[in-house]
């Protein structure tokens, strides 16, 4: 089982900005797509931003382009999603998850059938 631990989020002003982190337990993330995903109340969970295990392809959604970078130090076993500009639609619990072999865009757009973890909140609003 692959398992994370997100941390990072909290209550923002619109136009603010928040780093998530994203660290795994019980596996190294060398060689798996990082993606962080997202599931505001009453929507479906959708991927916000992936990246290819060696940080060669990434991938966001056209709602967070420009204002959102994700990163990655396999080395520290972590991955990252830098917030920027924040809007209250981006109000929401944010996940990560990984998938061996995948290409970043395929991973945030099928999504991951796997089991989620604890998620970060993240809360943008005057």
């Known amino acids: 089982q692959l398992d994370f631990v997100e941390s990072g989020g909290g209550w923002v002003q619109p136009g603010g900005s928040l780093r998530l982190s994203c660290e795994a337990s019980?596996?190294?993330?060398?060689?798996?797509?990082i993606g962080w995903f997202r599931q505001a109340p009453g929507t479906e969970r959708e991927g916000v931003s992936c990246?290819?295990?060696?940080?060669?392809?990434?991938y966001y959604s056209d709602s967070v382009k420009g204002r959102l970078t994700i990163s990655r130090d396999n080395a520290q076993n972590t991955a990252y999603l830098q917030m920027s500009s924040l809007k209250p639609e981006d109000t929401a619990v944010y996940y990560c998850?990984?998938?061996?072999?995948?290409?970043?865009?395929?991973?945030?757009?099928?999504?991951?059938?796997?089991?989620w973890g604890q998620g970060t909140r993240v809360t943008v609003s005057s």
């Open positions: 998850a990984a998938l061996p072999f995948s290409t970043a865009q395929d991973f945030c757009v099928k999504g991951w059938q796997g089991t």
């Open positions: 019980g596996f190294r993330i060398d060689y798996y797509t």
């Open positions: 990246i290819t295990a060696k940080g060669d392809g990434t």
